[in-house]
């Protein structure tokens, strides 16, 4: 067995069983995964047995191969994760996210933009002044660019997404950057073939659909099927568009459609879309969270090396407060409503019944592959620019004055609101004691941070994965020959 190597008289650190390993058995075959490192592996009984005893580790057969692996390590697993996310806060990256309007020809009731809606367009001012931006920040080393086109509904701007795409690529190239990928988020009501023949000429190579319906009905529910059984003008889009584009379907699952979903899922298979879609639960943070006040206590599942202030729920605003609706002179997130939500363990299981599907294997991969960050807005890669020029760092924000940073017509000076951007600075999932503590933590990395950096929410629901786990891993064992 090779140990780590040590400076002077310190004491070598011990070797012990990872808090995030996972065990699987079908018939006379062990599976083994561990979630930090995201390894998948056959194990020989002894092996796998002894893993999940309590004898020295030391004493195990592959000592060194299962170090390698994750099963057994040295030092203390929180300090690799810390070290992995605070490695991963990216400056050489830019997730530059675009909606050159907020008008949308859609009124889904679970939107959480409606407070924000404007039928303003990004006028010629703001777009140079995104293309600037986005060169400064070229200069700056973010080299490795990724362009959304976001809403609103992006293609009632479609002349702006088709003069500025290429725009874009030109300032990102000029400056020594590369446009890595340009993807497109629509409702795919605007997505005809001739569009979508459009996009691809001026790079944008991926669009990503919403469907929330069985039953399409214009400009309320964005279905499948038309009322006569056919196609509706959405599905139709997207099959069309997928001559052209990289097309996804994302089904959003609420209270209201939660029956459905497997009749729309039959639907996309009859017509060849088995592996392009995916689901997404309707959320409702301002019913979900809980926001009390901060605290820099430190229990005992977070070490105080870490240098992090310590969240914990107190006494405070209880579970499932309602914020107040968004008017003109508010900027505080408009709830969707309890009856539009689905409870998350029933919509776990729901997304288990799909990931069970041969054709949402890769699906299955992707649950149990380990994050750096949840996502681009706590990375530091991400800016979201909408159509007045206001910057923020999710696409939660956009168009949402108080969570804008800045904006892009100030220029040089364009970083304005500094304690917004300090929040997201600030952030990190081990300063919570709930998710230090989980067994799940590398796979959602403390889930979406805006409740928590945005909205002072101490107790956001988990993702599914935490309920998800063992079954994955099962279905992997189920699944994989592996030598």
Known sequence: ????????????????????????????????????????????????????????????????????????????????????????????????????????????????????????????????????????????????????????????????????????RREVEGAGGTLEQVRIVTNGSLLDASTSKELRDVGVSCAQVSLDALQYVEGEKRGALGTNGDLSPILANAIEAAKFLDVTLRINVSAENKNDIPSIIAVLRTHGLARRYYLARVDDFANESSSVRRQTGSPAAVRSRLHLPIVQVTSGTRPGTQYEDQSASSNKRQSVGPRRTIARGMYAKMEQDILAQPETFQQLLNKLTPKKHFCSATSGAMFVIDADGDISRCWESAGVKSDAIGNVLAGDQWRKEKSVDAKWAAYHPLAYSACASCRVLPLCMGGCSYPRVIMDATNPECTSIKRQIEFCVDQVAKRLNLP
Not at 82 to 100: E, G, M, Q
Not at 132 to 160: H, N, Q, S
């Open 1 to 168: 067995m090779r140990l780590p190597s040590v400076d002077g008289d310190a004491t070598p650190p011990t070797l012990t069983r990872s808090r995030y390993n996972y065990f699987a058995r079908r018939g006379d075959r062990w599976i083994g995964y561990n979630a930090r490192v995201g390894t998948i592996a056959l194990l020989a009984k002894d092996v796998a047995e002894a893993l999940q005893g309590d004898g020295p580790p030391s004493e195990i057969r592959g000592v060194d191969e299962l170090v390698d692996l994750g099963f057994l390590h040295f030092s203390d697993e929180l300090d690799q994760i810390f070290a992995t996310y605070d490695a991963a806060r990216n400056t050489s990256a830019l997730h530059l996210t675009i909606a050159p309007t907020l008008e949308c020809n859609f009124a889904c009731p679970y939107c959480f933009q409606n407070s924000y809606r404007n039928n303003r367009s990004m006028s010629p001012e703001v777009q140079r002044a995104t293309l600037a931006f986005v060169g400064a920040r070229i200069a700056e080393g973010r080299r490795d660019v990724v362009l959304d086109w976001y809403g609103g509904e992006p293609l009632l701007a479609k002349d702006i997404v088709l003069a500025m795409t290429p725009d874009i």
